[in-house]
């Protein structure tokens, strides 16, 4: 028996910084393949509010190849209230499960990722939806969009919790800035005073 591949739901966190019960509950409706965009339903926010995300084109590409792998496996196209996302049998994530977990623990171990950070945090599902900020934050992206697109009321939630950045993400921050230097003493040794 094909089973279905859960790699496109990984992927799908890490694309849209989508929350556990957000992304699980997504139905064909919610994807709308010619604007490339997902909206993430009221009834499935945290907020209760609805969240549009624009979809980059890679993750637009593992959509429709999972739509016809869905259709290959389960005998039948996908219709518009069937579940994107489905577990490797074929049947709908109800809620986070020792099943989900299990599977994220491989995924982590393929990629040679500890499960225990360095500063001691144990990786979960929801560290992928910090991952998506912290790309974003990496990206230039400014803290208005990524509070949209992550579905915050606020944005200094999303820059106080949800930014993780190190010291080489600094650096080139610091080396984005024009420089301070005038360039007839470039190169020479004269010691300030």
Known sequence: VQRIPQTPIWIGFLETGARWNELPQLTWRDVDFERAVLTLRAENTKSRKARAIPLREGFVFWLRALAELHETILGQPPHRGANVFLSPRGDVWA????NVMRIFDRVLERAKIPRVDPEGGKLDIHALRHTFASRLCRAGVGLVHAQNLLGHSDPRLTAAIYTHLDVE?????VQTLP???DSTDRGTSTPIR
């Open 169 to 173: 993400d600094l650096r080139k921050a």
């Open 95 to 98: 809620r986070p499960s020792c």
């Open 179 to 181: 420089s301070t230097e």
